[in-house]
């Protein structure tokens, strides 16, 4: 969860540096809100009944897919702040 809420940071970070443009900045910060709840609503739901069944793998690749959009938006928001301080001075 905590990965979703820094992706969708990161998102709306790079959404504002562009202006929103193109608009598939806003679909994507959406995805990561609704990956978001999900996991938080799964999570709630895990605590009211919790099952003694682990799933090691969905665990590991949700894990892993969060990851790897967190360090693709950070490396995304990382190049547009350069090229906007380029393109400024």
Same mark, same amino acid.
């Given at each position: 969860?905590?990965?979703?809420?820094?992706? *969708?940071?990161?998102? @709306?970070a790079?959404? !504002?540096l562009t202006?929103?443009?193109?608009r598939a900045?806003? *679909?994507?910060?959406?995805?990561?809100?609704? @990956?978001?709840?999900?996991?938080?609503?799964?999570?709630? @739901?895990?605590v009211?009944?919790?099952?003694d *069944?682990?799933?090691?793998?969905?665990?590991?690749?949700?894990? &892993?897919?969060?990851? &790897?959009f967190?360090?693709? @938006?950070?490396?995304?928001?990382?190049?547009f !702040? !350069?090229r &906007?301080?380029?393109?400024?001075?």
């Amino acid at each position: 969860m905590m990965l979703n809420a820094v992706s *969708v940071y990161f998102a @709306l970070a790079i959404a !504002r540096l562009t202006n929103g443009a193109p608009r598939a900045w806003y *679909v994507i910060v959406i995805g990561f809100v609704v @990956l978001f709840i999900f996991w938080g609503a799964q999570l709630f @739901l895990d605590v009211q009944s919790p099952s003694d *069944v682990i799933h090691v793998e969905e665990a590991a690749i949700s894990l &892993l897919a969060g990851i &790897l959009f967190l360090a693709g @938006l950070s490396m995304l928001n990382s190049s547009f !702040r !350069r090229r &906007l301080k380029a393109a400024q001075t």
